[in-house]
């Protein structure tokens, strides 16, 4: 991924975070027929271990999903997580676009690359326990939240035997923060108000990510 400097993040932390914030990934492998993508739910596990010491991806696929089967495992895999993002107008530039013109429009948005070995897990213990703590986690908010043990035992066991467990002990960390650092200090001023004058939750979102980094 190209990153100049200025739009490097490299603090774990922040970039767990928004692998935590949003979950669904994009698996990107190697297989026999080239490159191939899946969209999946992860769990991130900061813990750093010899094997993983940037922490380790958790998911599960279709039994059916060729990728657990077909992957170079000679090749690092690549899962992209997607923050916010924003289109942002000229028109935002309060201080340069009267001063000369001199302004095109350009997307804000933050990304986290992770790159590490796919492991299989067919386990029946880890799957249940990986598909558990995804439940747990995305039901908290609901006002009656589901539970796994709320289905029948066999059906659960049924659903448990059509999947396969992955996980990636995160070998690098790349991430990339294009919030307007680039701009003078009233251009970033005036985009982070366009934005949040916006409807949308993710506009507000990287209105803040904008004030944020120009301090």
Known sequence: MYTPAHFAETRPEILHALINAHPLGTLVTLGSAGLDANHIPFEIDPTPTPVAPLG?????????????????????????????????????????????????????????????????????NWLRGQVERL?????????????????????????????????IPIARLVGKWKVSQNRPGADRAGVAASLAAGPQAESQAMARLVREHGR
Do not use: M
């Open 135 to 167: 439940v747990r986690r995305h039901e908290a908010a609901q006002p009656k939240p589901w539970h796994v043990a709320d289905a029948p035992s066999d059906f659960i066991e049924q659903q448990l035997a059509a999947i396969v467990g992955i996980e």
């Open 56 to 124: 380790t991806l958790r998911a599960h696929v279709a039994r059916a999903n060729q990728v657990w089967k077909d992957f170079r495992a000679d090749f690092d895999s690549l899962v992209i997580f997607q923050g916010p993002q924003a289109y942002i107008s000229p028109t935002s530039y309060v201080e340069s676009k009267p001063a000369h013109g001199k302004v095109v429009p350009t997307w804000n948005y933050c990304v986290v690359h992770v790159h590490g070995a796919l492991r299989v897990i067919d386990d029946r």
